[in-house]
Nanobody, 122 residues
Framework: QVRLVESGGGLVQAGGSLRLSCLGS????????TAWFRQAPGKEREVVAV????????RYPDTANGRFTISRDNDRNTVYLQMNSLIPEDTAVYYCAAGPSFSMMTDPYTYWGQGTQVSVSS
């Protein structure tokens, strides 16, 4: 069983930065692909970034513009999402997810955290 706990969300002004953390428990966490998704009110959940179990491969959606960077530290069982130049449209609940497949879709991810709120003011 894998448990995921996100932290690092909060309120930030436009142009600011935040770093989200996802702490995974369980022996298998470091062997799982991990991703960050987000969901804004009234919108579907969308992928933000994906990182392989080793951390050597990452993937971002086509709409990404280099403002977000995903990374992981398997010694700390933690996956990070560095978010820079935040805009109000980034306001959403951000979720960490882990699973066996390197996917941009929600379905393959078996484990999900409870989410952390990110709010960007204009």
């Amino acid at each position: 069983q894998v448990r995921l706990v996100e932290s690092g969300g909060g309120l930030v002004q436009a142009g600011g930065s935040l770093r989200l953390s996802c702490l995974g428990s369980g022996l298998s966490f470091r062997h799982l692909v991990t991703a960050w998704f987000r969901q804004a009110p009234g919108k579907e959940r969308e992928v933000v970034a994906v990182v392989s179990s080793s951390g050597l491969s990452t993937r971002y959606p086509d709409t990404a513009n280099g403002r977000f960077t995903i990374s992981r530290d398997n010694d700390r069982n933690t996956v990070y999402l560095q978010m820079n130049s935040l805009i109000p449209e980034d306001t959403a609940v951000y979720y960490c997810a882990a699973g066996p497949s390197f996917s941009m879709m929600t379905d393959p991810y078996t484990y999900w955290g409870q989410g952390t709120q990110v709010s960007v003011s204009s």
